[in-house]
């Protein structure tokens, strides 16, 4: 049965992000379990995944054995086509969204109406721990999966305005003018765009709230949208097909969304790396029954810190996502090497920032720039 709105809501709010870490954590190996053992008993392409890899739900004590099972990835979900989803449900009825194709490949995936409102709840908990308020004027890059209509009936109902990446820079520029709009949430790459057009023009549009998302937010981006919006951009890390990743606090830690998901650092072989260092971020949703994401990578490169962070949220922190595995240069040695090192080195060359630049790797040992 599915859970009223509003309880559920000021749960989602005020009950997991203050609760006690371990008792977070007892939750969340009991969830675990759960979506464990439905997707073996209810999903076809677990089934079939965890027979060959020669493991199942009982040998998964935790979350600390779950290196035993492979890992996932957008190919082998859009490969396995309706078997990835509960067996049980027609995939007709349920509700699609589209991931954005930022990784190079938009695919889509399905959810039940619940799923679908408990991952618009995790965003909506990221912009309510960031001082966003429902009688506040917001507006928001529309995703590719919501459309003009849906978006138009959301605005009736709350102080809400929606842009959309087709719409020309000028009009969006005009919708927040307009609006009067006090908190803007989009994707990374849209927001950097307007944040570079209201530079070019010499204008500012200043925020409360700017919350980009969907990309890597490099440190070029976040300076643009600092100057033009007139406020420190907070973070967003998410994918569509999961909702809210982890999310920069008032503070600018990054809290992960431990009530829903299970999120791994991982080395190429899908094991464990030492807290602090850098891998890729695989996750598992505690809460997609319809279509679980279990182990699912997502070739983004972060580490989980070892800092601590006092604004009273106790959700486990993990460090700024570095890029996508394919951004980072490979050295002689076998190290990589983060984009984020690079833009330093180009954030000034002769005294003055490069807007745009080119790497080209021929060789380990040998690239050029333009």
Known sequence: MSEPYLPGLYKMLFG?????????????EAQLRRILRHACEHVPFYRSLWDAAGVGPDDIGGSGDMPRLPMT?????????????????DP?????????????RAI??????????????????????????????????????????????????????????????????????????????GQTGGLYLLARELLRRGETFPLKLLAPTGATLMPQ?????????????????GAVELGAIAWQCKRGAYHIDADRMLVEIVDAEGNPVPRGESGQVVCTTLHGYSLPLIRYRLRDVASFSNETCDCGIRFPLMNAVQGRINDFLPTPSGELVSPHYLYHIFDHVGGSPVKEWRIIQHAPDRLTYE
Do not use: C
């Open 16 to 28: 997991a992000p203050r609760q006690r870490p371990e008792s977070l954590a007892r939750d969340r």
């Open 73 to 89: 990835d957008k190919e082998s979900i859009v490969a396995a086509g309706n078997d990835v989803v509960d067996r049980r449900l």
């Open 92 to 104: 007709a009825g349920l509700d699609e969204m589209s991931t954005s194709g930022t990784s190079g």
């Open 108 to 185: 889509t995936m399905r959810r039940t109406t619940r799923e679908m409102r408990l991952v618009r709840r995790s965003y909506l908990r990221s912009l309510f721990y960031n001082g966003a308020r429902p009688w506040q004027h917001s507006v928001t890059m529309a995703s590719t999966w919501l459309s003009k209509k849906k978006g138009r009936f959301i605005s009736l109902v709350a102080k809400t305005r929606h842009i959309y990446p087709k719409d020309s820079l000028d009009q969006q520029i005009q919708t927040l003018r307009d609006f009067n709009a006090r908190n803007l949430m």
């Open 221 to 237: 981006m976040r300076q643009a949208m600092r100057d033009a919006f007139q406020t420190e951009p907070r973070d967003l890390y």
